[in-house]
């Protein structure tokens, strides 16, 4: 049987039914309905904010939060991200500058970060691959001496914990992603967290057409918002996640026993004082005897189907050909480890034997 990157946590079937019945009795299927409602307040407690929005996916989030904050000019993020990151920023009208990558844990780099800061820039965009937490420290000292915004992409980083703070605790607001591969999924859905009291109604308006009242249209919004199956699959999904998490976390602990002080191998650091969410396990192959994509096709041909993920790096991308400034060439860092990562296949339900069997593979 072949093993997939990855498979969407459900619930079982009759905790669904027995969640959406009301919206057959109320025949209210959207607009902040009250499973809406009640999602964005249990959200609102576990990630430790006090306004989580939630929106029909996170990309449409971070494109609704870079146009309420009305921004203007360039933007400093990564380019080992996934397109959503890259592209939001340009659909918004603004220029992506990208800052390279630390070779340990992959997140952008503050040490390069200031050299990048010009008259235009007006936000950070950081990225917390993997649910790797950038150094949030350095990067919110950074931002605050020069004046700019501070927005995270945490579409990775959902329960991530760094001492007593969550993921959300850092920058202004922070973006979540609940995508059907994500370690929490509302099928499709995402969220912006954030403790600004206005902000929070910007967005709100936002996400549906700027409407305030039956007759109050106030902004030129969009529609982005979460259905009420969106978020009733979120009710349920919340009540699994920390077993959901453990059985990663086993996972995991496999895939690292059989594969740490393995040469040519290199695996991303726990920090002790981050409480992980395991949702990605990504290698780096550097002297490893094959290729990532040698590799890569080996794996896929024993019916094993890992993800390059990030490859290729958005600068690279074929749709930002000839623009200025999109050159893999100025972030080498992030260029190196995007010809060498893979993530492994990972999920809760991945028995041990099929982790063995990859790492068999893998170590032969
Ligand atoms: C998944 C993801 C997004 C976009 O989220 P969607 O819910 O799929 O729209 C943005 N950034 C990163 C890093 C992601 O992995």
């Keep these: 049987?072949?093993?997939?990157?990855?498979?969407?946590?459900?619930?079982?079937?009759?905790?669904?039914?027995?969640?959406?019945?009301?919206?057959?009795?109320?025949?209210?299927?959207?607009?902040?309905?009250?499973?809406?409602?009640?999602?964005?307040?249990?959200?609102?407690?576990?990630?430790?904010?006090?306004?989580?929005?939630?929106?029909?996916?996170?990309?449409?989030?971070?494109?609704?939060?870079?146009?309420?904050?009305?921004?203007?000019?360039?933007?400093?993020?990564?380019?080992?991200?996934?397109?959503?990151?890259?592209?939001?920023?340009?659909?918004?009208?603004?220029?992506?500058?990208?800052?390279?990558?630390?070779?340990?844990?992959?997140?952008?780099?503050?040490?390069?970060?200031?050299?990048?800061?010009?008259?235009?820039?007006?936000?950070?965009?950081?990225?917390?691959?993997?649910?790797?937490?950038?150094?949030?420290?350095?990067?919110?000292?950074?931002?605050?001496?020069?004046?700019?915004?501070?927005?995270?992409?945490?579409?990775?980083?959902?329960?991530?914990?760094?001492?007593?703070?969550?993921?959300?605790?850092?920058?202004?607001?922070?973006m979540f992603s609940f995508h059907a591969t994500k370690v929490f999924n509302t099928i499709e859905g995402g969220a912006i967290a954030c403790e600004d009291d206005e902000l929070a109604e910007r967005l709100q308006r936002e996400r549906n057409y700027g409407i305030t009242g039956p007759d109050d249209i106030v902004d030129v919004g969009g529609n982005a918002k979460m259905s009420e199956f969106q978020a009733a699959m979120g009710l349920c999904n919340l009540r699994h996640l920390d077993e959901e998490i453990a059985k990663r976390q086993q996972v995991c602990q496999r895939y690292r026993e059989r594969l740490s002080g393995v040469e040519g191998i290199r695996l991303c650091p726990q920090p002790e004082d981050v409480k992980p969410n395991y949702s990605y396990f990504p290698i780096v192959l550097d002297g490893y005897r094959k290729t990532r994509d040698g590799l890569f096709d080996e794996l896929t041909s024993e019916d094993i189907h890992a993800r390059k993920y990030f490859y290729p790096l958005t600068n690279a991308f074929a749709c930002y050909c000839g623009k200025t400034g999109f050159d893999p060439a100025a972030t080498p860092v992030a260029r190196r480890v995007a010809e060498r990562v893979m993530t492994l296949p990972l999920y809760a339900d991945l028995p041990l034997t099929d982790v063995d069997r990859i790492c068999d593979v893998i170590l032969r």
Excluded at 4 to 28: A, K, Q
Excluded at 38 to 54: N, P
Aim: charged share 25%.
């Design 1 to 174: 049987m072949g093993i997939l990157v990855t498979r969407s946590s459900m619930p079982p079937f009759e905790e669904y039914c027995t969640e959406i019945r009301e919206l057959w009795d109320s025949h209210w299927l959207t607009n902040n309905g009250g499973k809406h409602r009640e999602l964005e307040a249990r959200l609102a407690e576990k990630l430790g904010a006090k306004h989580v929005l939630l929106f029909t996916n996170g990309h449409l989030a971070l494109e609704a939060l870079l146009r309420v904050m009305q921004l203007k000019g360039e933007v400093i993020t990564t380019p080992f991200t996934f397109a959503s990151t890259t592209h939001a920023i340009t659909r918004c009208g603004l220029t992506p500058v990208f800052c390279d990558i630390r070779m340990d844990d992959y997140t952008l780099d503050p040490d390069k970060l200031e050299v990048l800061i010009t008259k235009r820039t007006c936000a950070i965009l950081p990225v917390h691959v993997y649910g790797n937490l950038c150094d949030v420290d350095a990067i919110g000292d950074i931002a605050r001496r020069h004046g700019l915004h501070l927005l995270y992409d945490a579409a990775h980083a959902f329960a991530v914990e760094k001492g007593s703070k969550g993921a959300a605790g850092f920058g202004e607001a922070a």
